[in-house]
């Protein structure tokens, strides 16, 4: 169960040799490095793989001569960047290469959004192509049947979707899992953004942890944490580039009675979330098991938005009465409303969020129907 095809990696190679850049960013440990190496297995040469945590590789690639770049590349014409926000200024180099030698494909991966895509932004417009790459979707698990013959809906909704904790490499998922939260706070975060109070930035995502499912206020939150509401923003941004978090935003079009200044914080994976927080406990012992199932359902979702192609705005929507509703799509010139229940679906789409906006459509997403939902 080592070599898992990822859905991304169809998108990937029809982006080959196109001349543009290949970014491959996403959580720590989702398998980027392992589809990178895949690819040049496939198109390539495995030497022609560098790992940027190796400083003398990462000196090398921030040279700003094409012509030194391209001695340090070697032969061949597919190359792997490994872990490429450790270059000082490597989208400089990447748009020297890029624009000097059209022929030869690179791809760069990252774990870093912050820090990489600060320095590929705006050097790399239009000479790039952009991939994110999560941990492994319902659909990726689904299509194999080594992984869908034992890997179970509670499993992900307890552990999460982590490679290694899907595949059985981490046999002590527990332990895994707390130890890739303490990394990505102290080791991707820390590393590279100036953190003053690393531990005010792991209370902040213990209290949006334990706030899964609800409304986020950044002044609640400061006021929680005694720090200004600036502080509480910039750190929620750093969390959200280092691809821990995500932020849904409320649909307010100025109907009568709409709340428009909250957010939602959902994880990019339950298992880390629930090691942040140290609940392991099985679904039917959870006072959270609601909260859970909507994270699970909405990550999945994205997953496959990316996955399918799809263009969509993507929301939540509550009034000063409130109505709620947990998830909101905008597409094909309507609204699709989604309500996600793990128990006794009780709760039906609000009448006045159809009457509001006409045209929309609406669904309760449980455990009966989500593998169609999600198909």
Not at 49 to 77: H, M, P, T, W
Not at 89 to 98: F, M, P, T, Y
Not at 171 to 177: H, I, M, T, V, W
Not at 260 to 267: A, P
Request: aromatic residues 12%; hydrophobic residues 35%; proline residues 3%.
């Amino acid at each position: 169960m080592n070599n898992i095809t990822r859905s991304l990696t169809k998108q990937i190679e029809g982006s080959l040799f196109k001349g543009k850049a290949l970014v491959i960013q996403g959580p720590r440990q989702s398998g980027k490095t392992t589809l990178a190496k895949e690819l040049l297995r496939k198109h390539g040469d495995e030497k022609n793989y560098i790992n940027c945590d190796i400083v003398k590789n990462a000196a090398a690639l921030a040279g700003q001569s094409s012509e030194s770049l391209r001695s340090f590349l070697g032969e061949g014409k597919l190359f792997v960047i490994d872990e490429a926000q450790k270059v000082r200024n490597i989208g400089l180099s990447l748009k020297i290469l890029v624009d000097t030698y059209p022929d030869i494909q690179i791809i760069a991966t990252g774990s870093s959004s912050f820090s990489l895509s600060a320095q590929i932004g705006e050097p790399l417009v239009g000479r790039m192509f952009k991939y994110i790459l999560y941990p492994f979707s319902l659909r990726e698990i689904r299509d194999n049947l080594e992984l869908e013959s034992h890997v179970k809906l509670e499993d992900m909704m307890i552990y999460g979707n982590y490679p290694d904790v899907v595949t059985g490499k981490a046999e002590r998922k527990r332990e895994y899992l707390t130890a890739l939260a303490g990394n990505f706070l102290y080791k991707d975060i820390a590393g590279f953004e100036d953190i003053r109070k690393p531990e005010l930035l792991r209370n902040l995502l213990q209290l949006v942890a334990y706030q899964l499912g609800n409304e986020a206020s950044y002044n609640e939150l400061a006021d929680k944490l005694q720090v200004r509401r600036e502080t509480v923003m910039r750190y929620l941004y750093i969390l959200e580039e280092a691809f821990i978090i995500f932020r849904l935003y409320p649909l307010s079009r100025n109907l009568r009675k709409e709340i428009g200044r909250k957010t939602k914080i959902y994880f990019y994976d339950l298992g880390v979330r629930n090691a942040i927080i140290d609940r392991f406990e099985p679904m039917s012992d959870r006072d959270d098991a609601g909260a859970l199932w909507e994270n699970f359902c909405i990550v999945e979702r994205k997953k496959q938005i990316q996955e399918n192609g799809w263009y969509r705005h993507s929301y939540f929507w509550r009034t000063q009465a409130k109505k709620e509703i947990d998830y909101v799509e905008e597409y094909d010139g309507a609204m699709h409303a989604y309500e996600f229940k793990w128990g006794k679906a009780d709760r039906p789409i609000p009448k006045g969020f159809l009457k509001g906006y006409p045209g929309s459509s609406g669904i309760i997403v449980s455990r009966s129907n989500y593998l169609e939902w999600l198909r």
